[in-house]
């Protein structure tokens, strides 16, 4: 069974700081995706990284695959008020499928304080 | 209009009920996917649909069933509900991907409650 560790569980910055949020586990990944979800709706894509290393940036988000494809994170620069929600990471099975294959973290509650 | 579409949005009921959640989509795609979300335990799959034809049994699947009316149209069956499987429900699909799990498009969820 693949497990993904996420941290911090939760986490209660004030607008303007800066935040990380870890998405680990002792196992290799396809591809690792991270979703924010807001309360009352669904989980909403964010992003998607398949490289061992790689690095996309959406805004003043800044994503990171580790570079073995066991581990990601998340950069929040400068956080806001509208960035508040839960953050799943989900990581996609190497033996292949489709999303059936994905595991996800419990979640990191991030709230932002104006 | 949502492109994933639950229904009820919300639903109480009492032991031993049988409850149907429904989901519908237009967004095309052929794969279906229900899934429980609890707090402090993320979401887990409870079955998924590659087409009509075919149904998969997730990692927690006891306790429900499923039915792939239509490629648009996948409900979610308790057949007797018990308390343990108040969650909120997600239905949700994808497109087939090459090469890694493709993005997953949810609807806004059922909350059940089972007294």
């Known amino acids: 069974t693949q497990l993904l560790e996420q941290s911090p569980q939760f986490l209660s910055i004030q607008e303007g700081e800066n935040l990380t949020v870890y998405c680990n586990s002792s196992?290799?990944?396809?591809?690792l995706q991270w979703y924010r979800q807001e309360p009352g709706e669904g989980p909403v894509l964010l992003v998607t990284v398949v490289t061992g290393g790689e690095v996309k940036k959406l805004k003043r988000l800044t994503f990171q695959f580790g570079d073995a494809r066991k581990d990601s994170s998340l950069h929040i620069t400068a956080a806001q008020p509208g960035d508040t929600g839960l953050y799943l990471c989900?990581?996609?099975?190497?033996?292949?499928?489709?999303?059936?294959?994905?595991?996800f973290g419990k979640g990191t509650h991030l709230i932002i304080q104006p | 209009d949502a492109d994933v579409t639950q229904t009820p949005r919300n639903r109480i009921t009492k032991t031993g009920k049988r409850i149907m959640l429904e989901c519908s989509q237009t967004?095309?795609?052929?794969?279906m996917y229900w899934y429980r979300q609890d707090p402090g335990l993320g979401l887990q799959l409870i079955y998924y649909s590659f087409d009509v034809k075919d149904i998969n049994k997730g990692e927690i699947s006891d306790g429900y069933s499923v039915s792939r009316q239509a490629q648009a149209k996948f409900s979610l069956s308790l057949e007797s509900a018990i308390p343990n499987q108040t969650a909120l429900y997600f239905c949700?699909?994808?497109?087939?991907?090459?090469?890694?799990?493709?993005?997953?498009?949810f609807g806004e969820g059922s909350r059940l409650t089972v007294l």
């Open positions: 989900a990581g996609g099975r190497v033996s292949g499928g489709g999303a059936d294959g994905l595991t």
């Open positions: 949700a699909t994808s497109d087939w991907t090459s090469g890694h799990a493709g993005e997953l498009f």
């Open positions: 196992s290799v990944f396809s591809s």
């Open positions: 967004k095309g795609h052929d794969r």
